[in-house]
């Protein structure tokens, strides 16, 4: 009995091994069989380096197509470079500016001063106007290490690391600045006007400055190298002046060789330090409108600076009244020459004085020749306006190169031609009084596909919008619709959002009337 048990043992061990390979060879060739007769698939398994899968929404063949806008049928030109000798990494220096406008080291302790108050130019679009007006500042005399543009784009890193391209708005080219020794300063994120102006602000806190400078970018600046200019540019306001001697200094300054020259920033040192002499309560002070402002900070800070809420257009309105009802003086004072453009030099090697650089300009955005008609025909009423406009139009044609002619060795002499376009910008820019201001803003209309790209068109509409859009908000705040607060209301600072609109009459008299 114990010798079978042991021997069913035996056979069982030896016969469960081959049930099991047995058992295991039907589920496999069962699996084979199912899934070669019938839909059932396993799931697969997706590889790591597939390509993305397409996550378009499939078409609804139920909905109608969107509807796109007419394409445009004029567009400007692509942009070119105005400094083709800064452009590349393997660029030589910037040439040497006029001597006389070398500024003396140190120079702002000569005025009081124990640090230079910094120049903040703001910068969200159009690379060329930008580059124009740093290297006027610059050449005019400013120092290079004085000046901060403030990248406004909202592309991150994307101009640092060299990742847009020249037809984009937003395109900045880090390396030309700091070959011209500027500084750049990121913003975290594109901010408004309001929101930029504070920002500025901020950077005065942050760096320990009482006192500031802030510039427009679309300016082309000049020292006063010919001593008194006559010329009256759009925008510019009355001169403020303290007595005889100072409207003497300012209206007829010296020219450069003169002993007593002064470059635009030596005056802007000059005017802080005389402002701050007099001791008195101010605020701003306006170089040619606010192209060119000096700031005092304690002011800005007493009052809550802009109001955010206010984006662009308006914002200066509110917040200059505010200054001016808290008590705060700003004037209008003469520095240099600002001319307000909306054009680009063909070769901002002009401003360096180059003799084989005849200096001309381009519109970057030029209107359409139909609107160019208008124009004309709008200016035929008057002979001087008719000169005006001819004048303005060979000025905007640089496609006519002036080979024959020969520019001047000495800088002075070279100045006055520099000048003159410079005006002639600014007329060209008001060729149609205040309508085509700001048309150089859309210039730039490529990058698609580019980090943080922003349709260029689609930008300047939401832009029209939001402007409204804060003068809605002005006019609800204020109860008023001009920008004339201080002058034309007897409206208080304590007064913001609790008037009624001025424009329309009172509820009481309504009622009188029957409404």
Not at 29 to 43: D, I, K, R
Not at 311 to 325: G, I, K, Q, V, W
Request: charged residues 25%.
């Amino acid at each position: 009995m114990a010798l079978l048990s042991s021997l069913n043992f035996r056979v069982a061990r030896g016969v469960l091994p081959l049930l099991f390979v047995v058992a295991f060879g039907f589920v496999l060739y069962s699996g084979y069989v199912v899934s070669s007769t019938s839909s059932f698939q396993l799931p697969s398994i997706p590889l790591i380096n597939s390509k993305p899968t397409d996550r378009r929404p499939p078409s609804k063949p139920d909905v109608a197509p969107p509807r796109y806008k007419p394409t445009p049928t004029f567009k400007p030109a692509p942009v070119v470079d105005p400094f083709p000798l800064l452009a590349t990494s393997t660029a030589t220096p910037p040439p040497p500016i006029p001597e006389y406008n070398v500024p003396r080291p140190e120079l702002h302790k000569e005025y009081g001063l124990e640090r230079a108050p910094p120049l903040f130019i703001g910068f969200t679009r159009q690379w060329p106007i930008l580059l124009q007006a740093v290297v006027s500042y610059v050449t005019a005399g400013w120092p290079a290490d004085g000046i901060f543009v403030v990248e406004n784009t909202g592309v991150q890193n994307s101009n640092k690391e060299g990742n847009l391209s020249l037809q984009n708005p937003f395109y900045l080219n880090h390396t030309t600045l700091q070959r011209l020794g500027v500084n750049v300063v990121q913003t975290p994120v594109r901010l408004t006007f309001s929101q930029l102006q504070n920002f500025f602000l901020n950077q005065a806190i942050e760096r320990n400055h009482s006192h500031y400078f802030y510039s427009h970018q679309d300016v082309v600046v000049f020292s006063f190298e010919d001593g008194p200019d006559a010329n009256h540019r759009p925008g510019e306001r009355a001169w403020d002046f303290y007595d005889k001697d100072d409207e003497l200094a300012a209206m007829f300054p010296n020219p450069a060789g003169h002993v007593d020259y002064r470059t635009i920033y030596e005056n802007c040192l000059r005017e802080l330090n005389n402002t701050l002499e007099r001791k008195e309560r101010w605020g701003l002070r306006w170089f040619q409108s606010d192209y060119l402002t000096l700031v005092n900070r304690e002011a800005v800070e007493a009052i809550g600076g802009y109001d955010t809420m206010i984006p662009y257009y308006a914002s200066d309105c509110d917040f200059n009244a505010r200054l001016e009802m808290d008590g705060w003086v700003n004037k209008h004072r003469r520095v240099g020459i600002i001319n307000d453009v909306s054009s680009c030099m063909t070769d901002l090697g002009a401003l360096y004085r180059l003799p084989h650089i005849v200096p001309n300009f381009t519109d970057p955005n030029p209107l359409t020749p139909e609107q160019e008609a208008k124009i004309e025909e709008n200016k035929e009423k008057a002979e001087e306006e008719k000169a005006e406009k001819e004048a303005a139009a060979k000025a905007a044609t640089p496609e006519q190169k002036r080979d024959d002619v020969k520019m001047p060795s000495d800088p002075v002499e070279y100045f006055r031609v520099l000048n003159k376009l410079g005006f002639d910008m600014g007329s060209h820019k008001y060729r149609d009084g205040d309508n085509q201001r700001n048309t150089w803003q859309v210039t730039q209309r490529g990058g698609l596909g580019e980090p943080f790209y922003y349709d260029s068109m689609g930008f300047a509409q939401a832009f029209h919008l939001l402007t409204e859009a804060g003068r809605e908000i002005y006019r609800q705040k204020w109860g008023h619709r001009d920008c004339d607060l201080v002058e034309g209301t007897a409206l208080k600072i304590d007064d913001q959002w609790r008037v009624e609109k001025d424009w329309e009459k009172p509820k009481e008299e309504e009622k009188k009337e029957g409404r």
